[in-house]
Every structure is written in structure tokens, then in C-alpha cells.
């Protein structure tokens, strides 16, 4: 059986509050924010790397539901896209180990940040 090296990615969001001291100075606002992670592997045999469902399924009850309709200032210490790129890689790098690729976070459809870990 073939087996292929390639790259899974699975899209989710959530809507969040947070605010910023410093230079961004912003009082409290809400974002939606998407995300989407990145998986990389080779094909199992039969032919996939793992089932989209259940990365839906770790999105939600990893990220999402810790997230959903919370104040982000609770969890980061100033909680930019930055930061929360890093928070939802930690929080599925348990889970997926060297297979997370990279988690990018879009702040706006314009404004985006990728995390690849840094050997996590
Ligand atoms: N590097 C970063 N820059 C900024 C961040 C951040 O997390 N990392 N965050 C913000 C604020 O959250 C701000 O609320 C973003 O404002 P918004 O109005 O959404 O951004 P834009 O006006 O730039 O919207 P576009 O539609 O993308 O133009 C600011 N900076
Ligand atoms: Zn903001």
C-alpha cells in the first residue's frame, strides 16, 4: 500500500471578548475568531491521515468550548492573536503530538498569525 505524506487542515471559530493595555489600548471588544490547525502525516492504509470528524471534535471540546463567550484576559496576559495562537497549539499538541504542523488564527479576514511550535 502507497503511503503519502500529506497535509490535513481543519477550520473552526469561536467568538471571544478581550481588551489591551500597552500599545494596543484597547478597552474591552469581541472578535470572532477563525482558526484552522494543520496536521501533517502519511496516509494510513486506507488512504487517510485522520478523520476530519474527529479533529471537529477536538476543536470543540478543546478550544471552543473553553473559549466560546469568554473574556480572553482570563486565560493571557495580553491576549493577542499571538498569544492565542499559541495557547490553542499547546492545548492540541497533547493530542497530536509532532502531527500539528501549525495553527494560524485569523484576528479579521485581513489579519492573521501562524504558530509552528518551536520543538514543543
Ligand atoms: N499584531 C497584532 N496586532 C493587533 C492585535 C493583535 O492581536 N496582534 N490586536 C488588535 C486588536 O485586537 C484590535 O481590536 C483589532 O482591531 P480591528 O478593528 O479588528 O482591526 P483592523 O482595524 O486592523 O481590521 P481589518 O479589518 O483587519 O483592517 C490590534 N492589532
Ligand atoms: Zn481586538
Not at 53 to 76: C, G, W
Not at 82 to 100: C, H, N, P, Q, T
Request: charged letters at 30%; a negative charge.
Amino acid at each position: 500500500m502507497e503511503k503519502h505524506k500529506v497535509y490535513l487542515i481543519k477550520k473552526s471559530s469561536f467568538t471571544a471578548a478581550h481588551s489591551h493595555e500597552g500599545m494596543l489600548n484597547e478597552a474591552q471588544h469581541t472578535h470572532t475568531f477563525h482558526y484552522e490547525i494543520k496536521l501533517c502525516g502519511f496516509t494510513n492504509n486506507e488512504g487517510f491521515l485522520t478523520d476530519f470528524r474527529i479533529v471537529e471534535e477536538d476543536m470543540n471540546t478543546l478550544i471552543n468550548k473553553e473559549l466560546k463567550d469568554k473574556n480572553l484576559n482570563i486565560f493571557l496576559k495580553d491576549p493577542t492573536t499571538e498569544k492565542l495562537a499559541v495557547w490553542i497549539f499547546r492545548r492540541l499538541k497533547d493530542s497530536y503530538g509532532k502531527m500539528l504542523h501549525c495553527v494560524t488564527v485569523y484576528e479579521t479576514p485581513q489579519s492573521a498569525v501562524i504558530y509552528e511550535g518551536e520543538d514543543e
